[in-house]
């Protein structure tokens, strides 16, 4: 079961293929990313889609129109959004992690 | 090799933070979360040559993990939908918390919002990706990942909006203090 070249491929299993041919058909899309995005949403647009990003003041919430307090709603929800993902973001890498590529690494080098 | 995979290594422990933090606001559940991350290392290293080098590593893991995410999702569809149905039904407005969204109801209200609609919610509103970018992670179409955000932040808005200060004010102290009366009333 040699292949042409004479090498047999140890890995690649069947069972992880999807990522693979997915990632062909998006090949597209995702040449047209921007490369190192900063990892934490704090961007303009991010900015423009969740409306204003200062606390609500409440002459905006009592008696203010219904928009309003929608985007004030939405804004707040933008942020606890924010704050849940980027909680769990500031935490250090735990223990197995490291331990987990260190053993990966080092199975590398053996071969 | 020896030198790409010390700088794969590198590259990896640089971005799990972000998917633990992605896998977190996904599943709910650190645990789970971290078997995913873990899972999602594994596969990423040993299909590395599937990545388009120069590319962006970040939303490739995003797309391994959530790939990860959902086909663990459809497996255990069955006990999935049991659990949501059940954090549903727990999802209560709490009157003395009116004024702010607390973080436990809002955790909840994600947790029972759709996985494809929390996904594209998170991606957009809290990883940081653009529409395009969030539409190639989940294989689908910009205007599909458009509107699951939108349908996401109309659920969340209307499952939490409740207990924000639009309801302050006599109206609803007094519908407060008539419902406590109904409701003890009932018990007796």
Known sequence: ?111 | MNSDSSSLKQALLGLIPNLRAFAVSLCGDIERADDLVQETLLKAWDHLESFQEGTNLRAWLFTILRNTYFSECRRRRREVEDRDGSKASDLAVHPGQQGHLDMQDFRRALNVLPPDQREALILVGAAGFSYEEAAAISSCAVGTIKSRVNRARAKLTEMLGVATPREFGPDSATEAIVARTVGSSRQS
């Open chain 1, 1 to 111: 079961m040699a292949e042409k070249d004479g090498s047999t491929r140890l890995s690649a299993p069947a069972a992880a293929e999807p990522e693979a041919s997915q990632q062909e058909q998006r090949k597209q899309s995702h040449q047209s990313m921007g490369q190192n995005k900063p990892y934490l949403a704090h961007s303009k647009n991010d900015r423009e889609r969740e409306g204003s990003m200062d606390p609500p003041r409440p002459s905006d919430l009592y008696g203010a129109p219904r928009g309003m307090l929608d985007r004030s709603l939405q804004a707040q929800l933008g942020r606890q959004l924010r704050a849940i993902f980027s909680d769990v973001a500031q935490e250090p890498v735990p223990e197995r992690f490291i331990k987990l590529l260190e053993a990966l690494e080092a199975r590398e080098k053996r071969r």
